[in-house]
């Protein structure tokens, strides 16, 4: 073989190689579905190291059975404890995807907002960017597109979003007129299911169980009504707005707070599960899930949150896509409440920065 044709080959192989090793990477299309679910004011320190002994307590948890709760969420190690009450999150989604927001990992999210409380939280994550006007938690229509608006005023995802909220503030912070986004919140009756008996089965869930928050549902209820309109509707996005932790955590009941963390983990996992049996979701979606804001540190303040308590600027994210490689706990990377926006247009294929220049970047390395 003269020396030109062996280098040609030569150039050849490495070419075809080349080729070959960076298929799986170019095969890697954006997500063509989006669920987004939001779990308010769920402190990163539960999630990342489980039960926290020191509000098990009688009095600083309001724990009304102490031997119970030990038995179901105290375990040696922290990786144990935080499997106990998030499995789905631990053993699929921080194993197959990624998780944000472990200070001792190097990993600190914080928001970029003030406040430290709801609607700037959720204005935040959903524009892209913290916003000085936002400042309380009335019911004012926000001045800002967040990520869905912009997505809605896409054909491809026009009548295909739609938002489940158990707090009837949500409306106003998607700006649910404005946008024509389809929005569920707090106790007003579903409209869409799988069937008229579901769908009448819902309404009456709804109507029997005690307004025991006024403005705010039971997650018991917005996600059933989520999935059924999932099921039904098979929206491109779907954005689910769970909330019973931060009411529990408000109402210093550390038993119910962590049960609450099990079932929205339970809920994560159904949700993922019944996309997958679905030919339009399955290998097809993403899961973006994140919270609004954190809670304080110790045994006094963990109830609460805003301006004044020290910690509930800190926050977590996680993410599950066929896009997302698989690197698990991140470290060494700080990140910001206001990335999620970015990102959850980013794992659509989505570039953001193109429509909201305001926007902070998506969370690095979750897309390759
Ligand atoms: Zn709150």
Redesign the pocket.
């Given at each position: 073989m003269p020396l030109t044709s062996r280098v040609a080959r030569h150039v050849c192989v490495a070419l075809v190689t080349a080729l070959a090793c960076s298929a799986p990477l170019a095969a890697q299309a954006p997500a063509e579905n989006l669920i987004l679910v939001t779990l308010?004011?769920l402190r990163w320190q539960d999630v990342f190291r489980g039960m926290d002994p020191r509000m098990a307590h009688k009095d600083h948890g309001g724990v009304k059975d102490l031997f119970a709760l030990d038995r179901e969420f105290r375990r040696e190690t922290p990786e144990e404890a935080r499997a106990a009450l998030m499995p789905f999150l631990w053993n699929v989604v921080a194993v197959e995807g990624q998780i944000f927001g472990d200070p001792e990992k190097g990993a600190r999210a914080t928001i970029a907002n003030q406040h430290k409380?709801?609607y700037p939280g959720y204005s935040e994550l959903l524009c892209g960017f913290a916003d000085p006007r936002i400042d309380s938690n009335d019911k004012v229509v926000n001045p800002n597109r967040t990520v869905l608006e912009h997505l809605h005023a896409r054909p491809e995802f026009r009548g295909r979003i739609a938002v489940f909220s158990g707090w009837d503030v949500h409306p106003y912070m998607v700006a649910a007129e404005r946008s024509a986004l389809f929005v569920q919140s707090a106790w007003d009756l579903p409209t869409v299911a799988t069937s008229p008996e579901r769908l009448a089965w819902l309404r009456a869930s709804y109507e029997q169980l005690p307004r025991y928050w006024p403005s705010f549902c039971f997650d018991a209820l917005t996600f059933p009504a989520a999935k059924e309109y999932l099921l039904a509707r098979q929206p491109r996005v779907l954005y689910l707005a769970l909330g019973e932790t931060?009411?529990w955590?408000?109402g210093r009941r550390y038993d119910l707070y962590l049960q609450m963390m099990r079932r929205n983990d339970a809920m994560l996992r159904e949700l993922w599960e019944t996309a997958q049996s679905l030919e339009r979701y399955r290998g097809k979606t993403a899961l973006l899930i994140t919270v609004d804001?954190g809670r304080g540190r110790n045994e006094k303040d963990w109830t609460d949150?805003g301006a004044k308590v020290e910690g509930a600027e800190e926050v977590w994210m996680a993410v599950l896509s066929p896009n997302v490689p698989a690197l698990g706990v991140r470290e060494k990377v700080e990140t910001k409440l206001a990335q999620v926006a970015a990102t959850a247009a980013q794992l659509l294929g989505v570039d953001y920065a193109a429509l909201e220049p305001r926007a902070a970047a998506p969370l690095p390395g979750v897309v390759r």
């Open positions: 308010d004011g409380f709801s931060d009411e955590g408000h804001h949150h």
